[in-house]
């Protein structure tokens, strides 16, 4: 990995202000690979594509790449160094303010073809990327992150220990730890140790799109406190009396005495529903 040879050949400092730790083991980066699972058939968008040593490996296996990167100074580095490239597009911009079906040339919300996702995502912006990209009507087939160990941990959580980020990852996808990443692997070196998380995103969602808001109304209700028993945290964060909560509960045979963090993603369905037929 020539990482730091390339910070010094640009004149580059990385910015902590924008999360930049870059990759510098050879052998992660065969692991995110290996974990995506690229075909010369694959469309491929890259998040924070950086130095594009990860864009360059993506671009010698798949069909098309779409890199994105936030920083102008690392857009310009991409650019020479994939020049080469006539598969790869940089694109500058923020993945939060960007539309990610005409970066993959989604035809009425459709991509015209399954693309996957790989990012090395910063750790303050990894809720929100995930958001963004798991509630787009062009989804993706699968997505490849590197985020913060403990993240990474909570989006693979079991019922028991979910929190609202594993039900709202979990909803649309499931979520594998693929490795364990020490801090030592990237320039400059973090505070805490990384993991490469694998989503197989779900072709059938388990709700119809226009459900999707008022189920998650229903799954931050019962996170909004809790340490409390789940039938008066869903009554404080529904505005409903104690009294209206028990019948759902009963109906979807969730026992109210239970946290939200012991319930899966199916029994959060059921909840919607039984919320649903009560409010009706």
Same mark, same amino acid.
């Given at each position: 990995?020539?990482?730091?040879?390339?910070?010094?050949?640009?004149?580059?400092?990385?910015?902590?202000?924008?999360? =930049?730790?870059? @990759?510098?083991?050879?052998?992660? @980066?065969?692991?995110?690979?290996?974990?995506?699972?690229?075909?010369?058939?694959?469309?491929?968008?890259?998040?924070?594509?950086? @130095?594009?040593?990860?864009?360059?490996?993506?671009a010698e296996r798949a069909?098309?790449?779409?890199?994105?990167?936030?920083? *102008?100074? /690392?857009?310009?580095?991409?650019?020479?160094?994939?020049?080469?490239?006539?598969?790869?597009?940089?694109? *500058?911009?923020?993945?939060?303010?960007?539309?990610?079906?005409?970066?993959?040339?989604?035809?009425?919300?459709? *991509?015209?073809?399954?693309?996957?996702?790989?990012?090395?995502?910063?750790?303050?912006?990894?809720?929100?990327? #995930?958001? !963004?990209? #798991?509630?787009?009507?062009?989804?993706?087939?699968?997505?490849?992150l590197m985020v913060q160990?403990?993240?990474?941990?909570?989006?693979?959580?079991?019922?028991? !220990?979910?929190?609202?980020?594993?039900?709202?990852? =979990?909803?649309?996808?499931?979520?594998?730890?693929? &490795?364990?990443? &020490?801090?030592?692997?990237?320039?400059?070196?973090?505070?805490?140790? &990384?993991?490469?998380?694998?989503?197989?995103? !779900?072709? =059938?969602?388990?709700?119809?799109?226009?459900?999707?808001?008022?189920?998650?109304?229903?799954?931050?209700?019962?996170?909004? =406190?809790?340490?409390?028993?789940?039938?008066?945290?869903?009554? !404080?964060? @529904?505005?409903?009396?104690?009294?209206?909560?028990?019948?759902?509960?009963?109906? &979807?045979?969730?026992?109210?005495? %239970? %946290?939200?963090?012991? /319930?899966?993603?199916?029994?959060?369905?059921?909840?919607?529903?039984?919320?649903?037929?009560?409010?009706?």
């Amino acid at each position: 990995m020539n990482t730091k040879a390339l910070l010094r050949e640009f004149d580059l400092r990385p910015l902590k202000g924008l999360g =930049q730790n870059f @990759l510098v083991d050879r052998g992660v @980066l065969e692991r995110i690979l290996t974990a995506a699972e690229v075909s010369p058939q694959d469309v491929v968008l890259e998040v924070g594509a950086g @130095l594009g040593v990860l864009t360059r490996a993506l671009a010698e296996r798949a069909r098309r790449v779409v890199a994105v990167e936030v920083d *102008p100074r /690392l857009v310009k580095v991409l650019r020479e160094r994939l020049s080469e490239f006539s598969n790869t597009e940089v694109v *500058p911009g923020d993945i939060l303010a960007l539309d990610i079906a005409q970066l993959i040339h989604a035809v009425d919300g459709e *991509p015209t073809q399954p693309y996957k996702v790989v990012a090395n995502i910063p750790y303050y912006i990894t809720s929100a990327v #995930l958001r !963004h990209i #798991l509630e787009q009507p062009s989804k993706p087939v699968l997505m490849v992150l590197m985020v913060q160990r403990e993240v990474a941990e909570r989006i693979v959580a079991v019922p028991g !220990h979910m929190s609202l980020l594993a039900v709202s990852v =979990q909803f649309y996808g499931q979520p594998s730890l693929v &490795s364990r990443v &020490s801090a030592r692997c990237f320039h400059p070196i973090p505070n805490v140790d &990384s993991a490469i998380v694998r989503i197989d995103v !779900h072709r =059938q969602l388990p709700l119809p799109r226009d459900s999707i808001e008022a189920f998650f109304q229903v799954v931050r209700a019962g996170f909004g =406190q809790r340490r409390k028993q789940l039938r008066n945290a869903l009554a !404080h964060g @529904l505005q409903l009396p104690v009294e209206r909560i028990s019948e759902p509960l009963a109906r &979807s045979g969730i026992d109210g005495r %239970r %946290r939200a963090e012991t /319930l899966s993603v199916a029994e959060w369905v059921a909840l919607y529903h039984a919320v649903n037929v009560v409010e009706a």
